[in-house]
């Protein structure tokens, strides 16, 4: 399922708990030789700031030639890259794996050039998630 004014974030339901399908996913990115930069608990910072805030894990990684690539194109596209995925618990307790797909980062940062590497990041991302959050992987995860 895609959401968003116009289409920009995808979001699919996992059928894993808010932490392991950060787990999963950070297993599946590191196998693919790609680098976890960070992974940010909002909830765990919520409740620091005695605030309420259901389950929500954020997962910053990418591929540092990859996104130097885009970021030689046009330097501030480096705002908006690594890329993240936020793993987050819904009102009725449902998970889901969202990201912002690639294509509408580089749309904005006018990367005229870039084309073909930000397709295949996108298809790279899409097949990450889906295989997180749904247990599709020909990759071991543990």
């Not at 959401?3 to 399908?21: F, H, L, P, Q």
Request: aromatic share 4%; proline share 3%; hydrophobic share 50%.
């Amino acid at each position: 399922m895609a959401r968003g004014a116009d289409g920009d974030v995808v979001t699919i339901r996992s059928e894993y708990g808010v932490s392991e399908t950060l787990d999963r996913l950070s297993l599946l990115i590191t196998a693919k030789g790609l680098r976890v930069f960070a992974r940010i608990n909002h909830a765990t910072a919520a409740a620091e700031a005695r605030l309420k805030l259901r389950p929500t894990e954020q997962l910053v990684f990418g591929h540092p030639e990859k996104r130097t690539l885009l970021m030689q194109e046009r330097q501030i596209v480096g705002l908006d890259l690594p890329v993240r995925a936020l793993a987050w618990r819904d009102e009725a307790g449902r998970v889901w794996l969202s990201h912002r797909r690639v294509a509408s980062i580089a749309s904005w940062h006018g990367l005229a050039g870039a084309a073909d590497a930000v397709k295949a990041i996108d298809e790279n991302l899409a097949m990450l998630c889906a295989a997180a959050a749904n247990g599709k992987s020909t990759v071991p995860v543990a």
